[in-house]
């Protein structure tokens, strides 16, 4: 009997269905597996009461037939998912307490699924990092690790609680967001399944905003068709959010077994970087290899802004992060400070509740929209982004349906190991998926290979707007041909 | 492009963030780090190149305009640090 958290989230679907085990036992086994992986730091809070009572809900549905698409089935809710009566920090100090009276949209369409809630996981603060290393909460550590080693691993990030939960198999999915690749990169850390939808697909409403027009909400799991599920449940249209669009959801679980005969998959040549090493190449060619075995036509494409998405993200992203979190002022909830008066209430307040990557961030972007500099650095930025969105606009005139690139230019590294001195060191790990961002484009990272020691390799699609179809499509031929990954056997715990 | 450390200041109180003097130097070095990071952009002929406005191409959306919401101003204060009778409470901001 396959132990319960070793199941796909479709696989306990179905188990569910056939009444093989009840939503109870399945909760509370995903329980279990949490107790044991304090280590880790992936859950910074756990909702024990509510899980079991929507768990016991849940066995009732499914009793009468009433089952609903997620009924019973355990998830990680990202902590930067306002969840109602639950508190919610976006894993920083300065909303410690805070507790929201309203649940974000994609939450809700989770919970209206009937799905169940074990906890909120852990993130960088204000989704600012790619390996979970600026949270309030401490740092996540990969349940990966080198092979005969016992170095601690960054799961990636910013949404390194939720990769490291479903790897660890702690939960069956989890909910995250990308914003610069916050979903992919940790998704590719950890052989998970991580998309980023298009632009507008999910709702961003009751979501703690970073870069409103980068952010978006998505699902991290272990499989391809998990991801479908998920991401089915999660989008809707929302009159609460203006830039939500209007489109209908499609089946994307039918997507899933659609194959790739006849598309045409683009191969970027500007992604080709310097220094690239040869196993990422080895994965990328073995990537094009399946594909075109499973009847797609490879194409070598040009993308020529490539180079500059990078710097023109740490111009927009900052800009528009100082815009958001201007909001935290110790006035209307989280952490006050107490000043003189309310201009030293506001810089104390600050001061004390945001960490120092967030300050960072909130600096530059004050920095370029600021009086004499908008022009040269915000407008610019915002002027290179078109160009990058009609890099990718051309290509796909020309009858490309999705590109294929490396996830992340390595495999994980060691906590710590990054960013020390140099705050661009640890923003290269966003040179492939933040051209996604800017562009609004749809993109999924996909467990494609392991590195020399073990650790698993991802590789990316990216697909024409609202055509996560076609990625879900030519994500299972890539999982179909690699291999469902070998999630690691537990070190943690006893 | 770099910044000198009044500029570092002065960046820091637009943002309403309290710095010490042994923050600014620090500060003042990962700043231009990523101001150096940036420059590259420069490069990039955007002539004629409209700045993007729109991620996905939608117009704005209307609704009716009518009361849908409010009477909540318990839920609205819940979390606020000091609050009474509905209204948040905050150091003097007017002399």
Not at chain 1, 31 to 47: H, M, P, S
Not at chain 1, 305 to 317: D, F, G, M
Not at chain 1, 343 to 362: C, L, N, P, Q, S
């Amino acid at each position: 009997m396959t132990k319960l958290t070793d199941l796909t989230l479709s696989e306990a679907r179905d188990g569910l269905k056939s009444k093989a085990f009840s939503a109870v036992e399945l909760t509370q086994a995903h329980q279990a597996a949490i107790a044991k992986a304090g280590v880790l730091n992936a859950f910074i809070r756990e909702t024990p009461d509510q899980a079991l009572a929507m768990a016991v809900v849940a066995d009732e549905r499914i009793g009468k037939g009433e089952a609903r698409p997620l009924e019973g089935l355990p998830l990680g809710i990202k902590d930067l998912f306002c969840t109602q009566g639950v508190e919610t920090t976006a894993c920083s100090n300065i909303l410690k307490g805070f507790v929201p009276r309203y649940e974000s949209t994609v939450t809700a369409n989770l919970w209206n699924a009937g799905a169940v809630m074990l906890g909120k996981l852990n993130c960088d603060e204000f989704a600012m990092g790619s390996s979970n290393e600026t949270s309030a909460f401490g740092s996540v550590v990969s349940p990966w690790r080198r092979a005969g080693g016992e170095t601690q691993l960054v799961p990636g990030g910013s949404s390194g609680g939720s990769a490291a939960a479903v790897a660890a198999r702690l939960c069956l999915a989890a909910t995250a967001t990308d914003t610069g690749g916050s979903i992919r990169q940790p998704a590719a850390f950890t052989g998970t399944v991580g998309i980023k939808p298009t632009y507008g697909r999910c709702s961003r409403w009751g979501t703690v905003a970073f870069a409103s027009s980068l952010d978006q909400a998505g699902p991290i799991t272990k499989t391809v068709r998990d991801s479908a599920i998920m991401l089915g449940v999660m989008a809707s249209s929302d009159p609460k959010d203006t830039t939500c669009a209007d489109v209908p959801v499609p089946d994307f679980e039918a997507a899933v077994n659609r194959g790739v005969r006849g598309l045409k998959i683009g191969i970027p040549k500007e992604y080709r970087v310097d220094g690239m090493s040869p196993e990422i190449e080895r994965l990328w060619e073995a990537g094009q290899a399946w594909l075109r075995e499973a009847g797609a036509e490879i194409v070598e494409v040009s993308l020529p802004h490539t180079k500059y998405a990078l710097p023109a993200y740490y111009i927009v992203a900052p800009a528009e992060a100082s815009s958001n979190l201007a909001r935290y002022d110790g006035v209307r909830y989280g952490l006050r400070v107490e000043g003189r008066d309310i201009t030293d209430m506001y810089e104390r307040t600050r001061a004390a509740g945001f960490g120092r990557e967030v300050k960072r961030r909130i600096m530059i972007g004050t920095y370029v929209l600021s009086a004499g500099y908008y022009d040269a650095y915000y407008l610019r930025a915002q002027k290179i982004r078109t160009l990058i969105k009609r890099d990718f606009e051309e290509v796909y005139a020309q009858g490309v349906d999705a590109i294929l690139t490396p996830a992340t230019p390595s495999a994980a590294f060691g906590i710590g190991e990054k960013g020390g001195g140099d705050p661009v060191e640890m923003y290269l790990n966003d040179i492939f998926t933040v051209t996604v961002n800017m562009a609004g484009l749809p993109g999924i990272a996909v467990p494609g290979g392991f590195d020399s020691q073990g650790l698993p390799l991802g590789l990316q699609l990216i697909g024409r707007p609202f055509d996560e179809e076609t990625l879900f499509a030519a994500g299972q031929v890539i999982e179909d041909a690699a291999g469902r990954v070998a999630l690691p056997q537990p070190w943690w715990g006893a | 492009m770099s910044v000198d450390q009044q500029t570092v200041r002065r960046i820091a109180k637009l943002a309403r963030i309290a710095v010490t003097d042994e923050d600014v130097p620090h500060l003042q070095g990962e700043l231009n780090a990523i101001l150096s990071f940036v420059e590259q952009l420069d490069e990039v002929d955007v002539e004629g190149v409209e700045p993007m406005t729109s991620v996905i191409p939608m117009s704005a959306k209307q609704r009716e305009d009518g009361v849908t919401d409010g009477s909540k101003a318990d839920d609205i204060v819940a979390n606020a640090p000091a609050s009474e009778d509905g209204f948040f409470l905050v150091p003097k901001v007017v002399e």
